[in-house]
């Protein structure tokens, strides 16, 4: 059974950064492609970033492009979201998620996960 636990939310004021951390187990973690996504309250959940089994691709969000930096270590099947210069609209609670396909493309759907984290909350005050 897979499983994804995101850590590292908290608040931070605008303009700050935090670093987020997905550990994950149940599977040979480098076979798989990691994703992040975001809800805000009342909104959709959407994407934010990914990064390919090999982590030599990576995709964001426009919204989140040249703030947001995703990696990932195999060695500690972890993936982080590195989050700097952040705005109010960043405020959501993150996910974690990964696709079910080895050494798959990566998949930026919310349709198109198959395993997700509980979340970690992000308040970014103004």
């Known amino acids: 059974q897979v499983q994804l636990v995101e850590s590292g939310g908290g608040l931070v004021q605008a303009g700050g950064s935090l670093r987020l951390s997905c550990a994950a187990s149940?599977?040979?973690?480098?076979?798989?492609?990691m994703d992040w996504f975001r809800q805000a309250p009342g909104k959709e959940r959407e994407f934010v970033a990914a990064?390919?089994?090999?982590?030599?691709?990576?995709y964001y969000a426009d919204s989140v492009k040249g703030r947001f930096t995703i990696s990932r270590d195999n060695a500690k099947s972890t993936v982080y979201l590195q989050m700097n210069s952040l705005k109010p609209e960043d405020t959501a609670v993150y996910y974690c998620a990964t696709s079910d396909g080895r050494f798959q493309l990566v998949v930026t759907t919310v349709n198109g996960m198959h395993y997700w984290g509980k979340g970690t909350l992000v308040t970014v005050s103004s």
């Open positions: 990064i390919s089994w090999s982590g030599g691709n990576t």
């Open positions: 149940g599977r040979t973690f480098s076979n798989y492609a």
